[in-house]
């Protein structure tokens, strides 16, 4: 994305402040042990209005000062460049982001304080306490210059009442992205299908997804990729994926690849043998019912209560009819029957990150979808190997998971072209499809 792209959030996001100043640190870099890091990846919020990646960063955006953005940042080092790579340092800063002043990091705590003259800021509390505690000292030193008739900030506001109301709608450039990661991720979900078989490990099927999201540009998973066979597929947040898969079980992989800040979040269910057992085939199809039904609740006004009792509804009906629980079926929707086989939420935002922020409720009550929000819409049937199920249904684990996003007319499903009939996921498995 271009930086006119990153100035325009930023003029959208003063807008939406009124007045103040907001500050944003970079994502802090998590030491995995001695002097190797975890991978880096900035933080949603500041790359959002930035498009800058580099650690020990931080943004502040002012509303009152001729100048809106400032930019603290590591200055130019070529020594460290030699290990690390190259900076942007502090003219980069100007000239490639668009900061309207640059300071090296260093400088933090001297000018932080000035920029505090202002009665509002606008900071998130909670995240990141070593700079929690600079961003405290800052605020302590414009206090102590009040008595010279300074003014310094008596409210402090949670960007997110801004800034994720903002992230929340999708702008074309930003559909366009999660349109990328939705068609690698089904790349490598068609493969995965097409390379499943008896007697190979969970792992291997991992290592196709992973190998497909970096072929195609994609530099890491959106989350942690669940891929879960057998019994393993009823395990929600199963994570080993250390299996050897045995014919005649699903798989369930649950796995999207994040494309330049967007993610996608797809789960597909498939037999690890190709064809589908005539009880896997009758929970599929209830599952697959229930999203459909769901999908079809998406639209303007709906809220994601909404969307989750289509599925409930369905699941219900099916599990009355296939004996593992008891009807009538209003009845059992009333007292959560349905509860042990289906113990999660249908949807959840989708954007930046996998578990999207924005505003689930407003004044107490659900917030109605709009056009321009993403949704995941992901029912499930999860039947433990050591419930009460007839024993046929034991061990099996469907979940299905599309990414829908909610236009004026309705809704489109993002991730359609993904295999997700029986037939059309058989024939994926046969290597037909891709
Ligand atoms: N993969 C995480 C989720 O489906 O919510
Ligand atoms: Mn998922
Ligand atoms: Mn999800």
């Not at 953005?69 to 942007?88: K, S, Y």
């Not at 996003?405 to 046969?430: N, W």
Request: glycine share 8%.
């Amino acid at each position: 994305m271009n930086a006119q792209i990153f100035r325009e959030r930023r003029r959208r996001v003063l807008e939406a402040m009124g007045s103040g100043v907001l500050v944003i640190p970079a994502a802090p870099v998590a030491i995995r042990n001695h002097d190797v890091e975890h991978e880096y990846r900035q933080d949603s919020d500041f790359y959002y209005l930035t498009g800058f990646e580099e650690p020990e960063s931080v943004l502040v955006l002012s509303s009152e000062a001729p100048e809106a953005m400032t930019l603290f940042l590591r200055e130019r080092d070529p020594e460290r460049e030699v290990w690390d790579g190259a900076r942007a340092g502090l003219e980069g800063a100007r000239e490639t982001y668009g900061a309207d002043r640059a300071f090296a990091i260093g400088q933090l705590d001297e000018e932080l304080p000035r920029l505090f003259e202002v009665d509002r800021v606008f900071y998130a509390f909670g995240r990141d306490p070593q700079f929690e505690a600079r961003f405290f000292a800052a605020l302590g030193a414009a206090r102590r210059r009040a008595k010279t008739g300074a003014r310094f900030p008596t409210e402090i506001i949670d960007p997110g009442k801004v800034l994720h109301r903002l992230r929340l709608l999708k702008s074309g450039e930003e559909l366009q992205l999660m349109t990328r990661a939705i068609d690698i991720t089904r790349e490598a979900h068609v493969r995965a299908m097409a390379e499943a078989a008896p007697g190979k490990y969970e792992y291997e099927i991992d290592a196709v997804l992973s190998q497909v999201f970096r072929r195609r540009g994609s530099p890491r998973p959106a989350y942690g990729s669940i891929v879960g066979s057998g019994p393993n597929a009823t395990v929600l947040h199963y994570r080993s994926n250390n299996r050897q898969m045995q014919d005649g079980e699903l798989l369930l992989i649950d796995a999207g690849c994040e494309y330049e800040y967007y993610a996608s979040d797809i789960t597909r269910t498939f037999p690890v043998n190709g064809s589908f057992s005539e009880p896997q085939r009758a929970i599929y199809e209830v599952v697959l019912e229930a999203q459909l039904a769901s999908i079809r609740a998406v639209r303007p006004g709906a809220t994601l209560d909404d969307v989750h009792r289509a599925s409930v509804e369905v699941i219900t009906r099916g599990l009355v009819q296939l004996g593992l629980i008891e009807g009538p079926v209003s009845e059992a929707i009333e007292e959560l029957r349905y509860r042990p086989y289906y113990m999660h939420k249908t949807s959840h935002y989708l954007g930046m990150d996998v578990h999207d922020v924005g505003p689930y409720f407003e004044g107490g009550k659900p917030r109605p979808l709009q056009a321009g929000v993403v949704i995941t819409v992901e029912p499930g049937i999860y039947i433990a190997e050591e419930s009460a199920a007839p024993e046929a249904y034991r061990g099996i684990g469907v979940r299905i998971e599309d990414d829908v996003l909610v236009t004026d007319q309705g809704h489109r499903v993002l991730s359609a072209a993904i295999p997700k009939t029986v037939a059309d996921v058989e024939a994926a498995c046969r290597g037909e499809l891709g």
